[in-house]
């Protein structure tokens, strides 16, 4: 038979106590800071905004688009394209290779696009500042 000290106990369950506010403290953490970032309450929806080359771009209408309808022709470059990593959200935050902080147009362009489907794309455009 083990012997225990008498404080083992109130040890035990303070410690599961403390573990659980700490988890809870992040969960609640997490999901306000998505609502903050992306404005959405839930990972697995597409985001209403994304942040990204210092610039915050909004979803318009939502409709999935090809490519091809999603990009009109011409001299612009081509939007950057994400790719969500996490349920609808695109947590990488990676710039593209052109972005260059504080550089005016920056790389990133007035549209960008979030794939998903293999050719369907939602459309995010960038509406006044920051």
């Known amino acids: 038979m ?3 000290s008498p404080g083992t106990r109130p040890n035990v369950f303070l410690a599961g106590v403390v573990s659980l506010v700490i988890v809870g403290v992040a969960a609640v953490g997490s999901t306000m800071w998505v609502r903050a ?3 959405v309450w839930g990972i697995w929806t597409e985001p209403e905004r994304i942040p990204l080359c210092d610039m915050s771009y909004t979803k318009r209408d939502g409709r999935v688009l090809s490519y ?3 990009v009109s022709p ?3 470059p081509p ?3 994400l790719e969500p990593t996490v349920g609808g959200l695109p947590l ?3 710039n593209p290779s052109r972005y260059e902080p504080g550089a005016g147009y920056n790389g990133c362009g007035n ?3 979030l794939r ?3 050719d369907g794309y939602i459309r995010y455009f960038k509406f006044g500042g920051p």
């Open 2 to 4: 083990a012997v225990t």
């Open 37 to 39: 970032t992306f404005g």
């Open 68 to 70: 091809a309808e999603a």
């Open 74 to 76: 011409g001299p612009a």
């Open 79 to 81: 939007p950057v394209v």
């Open 92 to 94: 990488s935050f990676a």
């Open 111 to 113: 549209m960008l696009l």
């Open 116 to 118: 998903v489907a293999d």
